[in-house]
């Protein structure tokens, strides 16, 4: 999310369309119930609270600007009265509204619906601007994700992976979602935090950016395909995870990884170092103290975590692979997944049959 006025953000060229039901799960929880356009509508998106609370979180894409800052000689009154023409308002204001095209939009909105945001939309209307303010400020905005995250993880269906370490499924997804087949949900990455890492958990987003960042992903979901995350705690460092998003995550089917010991810890030792903003040590990667903490501490941790849900769920098929090499791995997950290798192929066919068991049962993750 952009978080200065020096972004180059740019807003769309022309209003885009609705998105649908059928497109994203978005269209079953719309911005329009807080009684705006969505967000990537606006050209602009201003955000009128201190800057301290901007830091903390803030919408999708907003800029910050308060009237009457350092900043602004002019002061916010003087601007409303005098409608300045847009190329005479101050900086950092007038670079912004420079971006705004006749007839795309901009929205404003304060803390919880203060006299700020209607003085400044007054003065951008007189100027044959189209504005909206966010009705109830940053309020009714907060309100608006708490309910989202209420509704929105039980709409798509999950698909968990499992590993004590949390830079190898973090690797996965990365190479899942490199394939615009697959949706998928890095929750430790967006948390700054690592399950199994010796590091302690970096800078962390405070808990509104953490699940602003959250819906935002969600809305853009389709229905129609599964959305791949890791198994995670519903402690993640400081922060908590969406008490719904985590009941979702705690009953849907779980995967496995299954690496060689050599590689696994090779890449756990790589991803320490660069968590760490170090070198990777050369040390053999199969060294025995490494190996007693990896099969001795972290893998029982996971066995306890996945225990303590309490809810029986459905495990599938163990994705095995040898090697985290982009090339090797991606190529694993085709096989495991039972995707087509062969560009050629264009009939289409349905191959779910190929993964049958004896009893007529497919072995091919869902």
Do not use: K
């Not at 602004?72 to 509204?97: F, H, K, V």
């Not at 945001?117 to 708490?146: I, M």
């Not at 890492?197 to 809305?219: H, K, M, N, V």
């Amino acid at each position: 999310m952009t978080s200065n006025t020096n972004s180059s953000h740019q807003g769309p060229q022309h209003p885009p369309a609705p998105v649908s039901d059928i497109e994203s799960i978005g269209g079953y929880f719309h911005t329009n119930r807080i009684e705006i356009q969505d967000f990537r509508y606006y050209a602009l998106v201003v955000d009128l609270r201190p800057r301290i609370d901007f830091e903390r979180d803030h919408l999708p894409g907003a800029f910050h600007y308060v009237p009457g800052d350092p900043d602004d000689s002019s002061g916010g009154a003087r601007l409303a009265q005098e409608a300045a023409p847009r190329s005479y308002m101050p900086d950092p204001l007038g670079t912004l509204l420079a971006r705004v095209r006749p007839g795309q939009r901009v929205l404003l909105y304060c803390t919880s619906g203060e006299p700020t945001a209607r003085n400044l939309a007054a003065a951008l209307r007189l100027q044959n601007l189209g504005v909206d303010v966010l009705p109830g400020g940053w309020d009714s905005y907060r309100q608006w994700v708490r309910a989202g995250l209420e509704l929105l993880p039980r709409l798509v269906s999950w698909r968990v992976l499992a590993s004590p370490l949390g830079c190898e499924t973090s690797r996965v997804l990365d190479s899942m979602g490199a394939h615009e087949t697959h949706q998928t949900l890095d929750l430790q990455r967006m948390a700054g935090w690592t399950a199994g890492s010796r590091q302690a958990a970096g800078t962390q987003p405070s808990q509104e950016a953490f699940e602003t960042a959250i819906i935002d992903r969600l809305r853009d979901f389709s229905a129609e395909r599964p959305v791949w995350t890791s198994f995670v705690p519903r402690q993640l460092g400081a922060l908590e995870l969406p008490p719904a998003l985590g009941d979702a995550i705690a009953v849907s089917p779980l995967y496995r990884l299954d690496v060689p010991l050599p590689e696994r810890l090779r890449h756990w030792r790589h991803s320490d170092a660069e968590d760490a903003g170090e070198p990777a040590s050369g040390q053999d990667v199969a060294d025995e103290m490494l190996a007693a903490t990896l099969l001795g501490e972290l893998a029982p941790d996971l066995e306890a975590q996945v225990s303590a849900v309490g809810i029986s769920r459905r495990e599938l098929p163990v994705l095995a692979f040898d090697s985290f090499e982009p090339a090797a791995l991606s190529a694993a997950i085709r096989a495991w997944l039972g995707e087509e290798d062969d560009a050629d192929d264009e009939d289409g066919e349905d191959r779910a049959d190929e993964g049958e068991d004896e009893d007529g049962e497919s072995s091919r993750p869902a």
